[in-house]
Nanobody, 127 residues
């Protein structure tokens, strides 16, 4: 059984930092690119960041570039999203997702590319 379990969400003030984690089990972690997505109330789920199998390549949405950092620890089967300088518009449920990649290629941004999803963790940023 494949499980992706997010943790670390919470309520913070604008300008604060927060790190969310996603622990993965039931698959060969090092063969999957990992992504973070988010969904705010009344809005569609959107891409935030993704990291390649090896961790060498990362991609970000323009809205978070320079503020968020995605990383992974293949020894711990865990992916992280460090969020700095948080803004009220970052308020959303944050989801991690896994995308099988046979070859070492750049990670995907599209939701439909991802095979497995976590249940999400709420991040609330107040002004």
């Amino acid at each position: 059984q494949v499980l992706l379990v997010e943790s670390g969400g919470g309520s913070v003030q604008a300008g604060d930092s927060l790190r969310v984690s996603c622990a993965v089990s039931g698959l060969t972690f090092s063969t999957y690119a990992m992504g973070w997505f988010r969904q705010a109330p009344g809005k569609e789920r959107e891409f935030v960041a993704a990291i390649s199998r090896s961790g060498r390549t990362t991609v970000y949405a323009d809205s978070v570039k320079g503020r968020f950092t995605i990383s992974r620890d293949n020894a711990k089967n865990t992916v992280y999203l460090q969020m700095n300088s948080l803004k009220p518009e970052d308020t959303a449920v944050y989801y991690c997702a896994a995308d099988y990649q046979r070859y070492l290629v750049a990670p995907n941004r599209g939701l439909n590319e991802y095979d497995y999803w976590g249940q999400g963790t709420q991040v609330t940023v107040s002004s």
